[in-house]
């Protein structure tokens, strides 16, 4: 029998809630954006009218990726089966930061 038990178990708990708090920054921060994204991108024809507040900041799906790493980092070190709760805060956290990057390059691009 396992004579340290409490370095597994708090891994496991952190990890879990490292995934989770990464899914759940990934869903807000997604469907804030994706409905953000649907109104900035139409102004692309109208010369950009909207000013500097056109562009969606990368930081938050940053925070979001680095959230669902540590998760993922943390359950693969100390052998836990919680990593796919990081995994899926990694494939939302994404999403955001793809529509952040393709709002970015249709912005510099003429």
Request: a positive charge; hydrophobic letters at 60%; proline letters at 8%.
């Amino acid at each position: 029998m396992r004579t340290e038990r409490l370095v597994p178990k708090t891994a496991w708990f952190v990890s879990l809630l490292l995934g989770q708090a990464s899914v759940l920054l990934g869903l807000m921060v997604a469907l804030g954006w994706a409905f953000a994204f649907v109104l900035i991108v139409p102004q692309k024809s109208a010369g950009w009218a909207a000013g500097p507040h056109s562009l969606l900041p990368i930081e938050p799906p940053l925070i979001g990726l680095a959230l669902g790493a540590a998760g993922l980092w943390l359950a693969h070190r100390f052998r836990q089966p919680v990593a796919r709760f990081s995994v899926a805060g990694l494939i939302i956290n994404t999403v955001p930061l793809i529509l952040a990057i393709v709002l970015l390059v249709l912005r510099v691009a003429p």
